[in-house]
């Protein structure tokens, strides 16, 4: 936890409170605050600050404001991603979050199990945004949207995303072309299931606008590819 998010009722008086049990217990074990450190702080979709701590116990820690920081930018990239199996969701969408990943959109394909838009893990993916939040030092999350057809999205929501300053590259391992890198403009990404994209999907979706690139000749895990097409296309960022 490298900020504590708070809600902006939590900051409505002059002193501040952290109430949430979870970051106590981290703040009190982890990193062993004291009356008169400085604490990080942002508040949920607003400002981030530098804090004083005034006083602890264990319900609550009382902080007071000292002076506005600078909230992250995000990479100007809608990231589109089949849905994956409930275990990997978690750490997909924490990790999109810390890397500044402006939107993201989960998708339904033909090797995604049904059973998958049934997980709870659905339910909690708010926590998994603070997480991703905390850990980045970032106050705003992301757009999250969810589509269960694949057809239906790529040629009705996804080409009016495409415009010639803002491209959309799928991954896909036996593509000729190389994923470009360093980009200075806005993007979409399409990231296929742990199986790729069918070739139907993959002619659909270059149908409609989107370039099909290489990441190279290895096999990437879906959390791993995600990292590593964020990685190269801002690194200059």
Avoid at 12 to 33: C, G, M, N, P, Y
Avoid at 107 to 124: A, E, M, N
Wanted: with cysteine; glycine share 6%; net charge neutral.
């Amino acid at each position: 936890m490298n900020i504590v998010l708070l809600d902006p009722r939590q900051t409505e008086s002059e002193l501040w409170s952290i109430s949430a049990k979870r970051q106590i217990e981290h703040l009190t074990t982890h990193v062993d605050i004291q009356v008169g450190d400085t604490l990080k702080v942002g508040i949920r979709e607003g400002k981030r600050y530098l804090t004083e701590i005034v006083s602890i116990d264990e319900t609550c820690v009382q902080l007071k404001p000292l002076q506005q920081e600078i909230v992250p930018a995000k990479h100007p990239v809608t990231l589109i991603v089949a849905m994956p199996r409930p275990k990997v969701l978690r750490r997909l969408i924490m990790d999109a979050v810390t890397l500044g990943v402006e939107k993201i959109i989960l998708l339904h394909s033909c090797r995604v199990d049904k059973s998958y838009w049934q997980t709870p893990f659905l339910q909690q993916v708010d926590q998994y945004v603070t997480l991703g939040l905390e850990q980045a030092g970032d106050t705003i999350a992301p757009k999250i949207e969810l589509y269960k057809r694949f057809k239906p999205f790529v040629e009705d929501i996804l080409s009016g995303l495409i415009t010639a300053d803002c491209p959309a590259f799928v991954a896909h391992p036996y593509a000729e072309q190389p994923m470009p890198y360093a980009l200075q403009h806005p993007c979409t990404i399409v990231i296929g299931p742990e199986g790729g994209f069918i070739p139907y999907e993959v002619d659909l979706l270059i149908k409609n606008g989107c370039q099909a690139v290489s990441l190279g000749n290895r096999i990437l895990r879906t959390e791993t590819a995600i990292s590593y097409v964020l990685g190269r296309l801002f690194s200059a960022s």
